[in-house]
């Protein structure tokens, strides 16, 4: 069963709109990581934010925020007054509990016209 | 400071051959785990060494096996490539903090694998 859930395959905005990415995740743990990571065309997975299970708040840096919800499952994440370098696909990620691998979601592809 | 470096960047192999992949983590990490991301896919975890022994393992057949050195640098190895293993495989390095608090992984740029 996929345990991280993008349903977003393909977002386009143009440059300064907002974009709002959105995550739903499953798991049975009461401990839990949730990350997100930006893949520009380079390959390489950049992180930028992680959360714990046991905190809820939400929080803006820079133009990055998120929004972590429990009772929904979900974790979803913002990017505002977006720019063409943040042309990238976005990648939510799990860690469970002892669990050491990352459960990734299929990724959401974000293009920022100009 | 170096973060995760890979090698090589790009490999091309032909079905049957055998490959080896190399990761050198970031300082002061001492995990490696590697990843297959598929084209239009997200990654997929393949294992994850720590002290030198294999701690986890995903669902991925023995043909895939692994090495890290007492330098925390690891080796990805497949055998008996299929056309199905061309890929991005990327490698992630960590630290593990009291009580095993996940501090996150640094991910290298990958080498991109591709089997003919």
């Known amino acids: 069963a996929q345990k991280v859930t993008q349903a977003q395959t393909e977002i386009s905005v143009v440059e300064k709109e907002d974009v709002t990415l959105d995550c739903v995740y499953e798991?049975?743990?009461?401990?839990?990581?949730l990350f997100w990571y930006k893949q520009p065309p380079s390959g390489e997975l950049v992180f930028l934010i992680r959360?714990?299970?046991?905190?809820?708040q939400n929080e803006i840096s820079g133009r990055y925020s998120w929004n972590f919800q429990k009772s929904t499952s979900s974790f979803n994440f913002t990017i505002t007054a977006s720019q063409v370098v943040d042309s990238a696909v976005y990648f939510c990620?799990?860690?469970?509990?002892?669990?050491?691998?990352?459960?990734f979601g299929a990724g959401t592809t974000v293009t920022v016209r100009a | 400071d170096a973060g995760v470096t890979q090698s090589p960047t790009h490999l091309i192999k032909t079905r049957g051959q055998q490959v080896t992949l190399r990761c050198s983590p970031k300082?002061?990490?001492?995990?490696v785990s590697w990843y297959q991301q598929a084209l239009g896919q997200g990654p997929q975890f393949i294992f994850q060494?720590?002290?030198?022994?294999e701690r986890q393992r995903g669902n991925f057949p023995d043909r895939f096996s692994g090495h890290q050195f007492p330098n925390y640098s690891s080796e990805l190895n497949v055998n008996a490539l299929l056309l199905g293993d061309s890929a991005l495989y990327l490698c992630?390095?960590?630290?593990w903090g009291t009580g095993g608090f996940n501090y996150g992984y640094t991910f290298g740029s990958g080498t991109r694998l591709t089997v003919v």
């Open positions: 992630a390095s960590s630290s």
């Open positions: 798991t049975r743990d009461t401990t839990y990581y």
């Open positions: 959360r714990n299970s046991f905190d809820e």
């Open positions: 990620a799990l860690s469970e509990g002892d669990d050491y691998k990352l459960s």
């Open positions: 300082s002061g990490h001492d995990t």
């Open positions: 060494y720590y002290e030198e022994e």
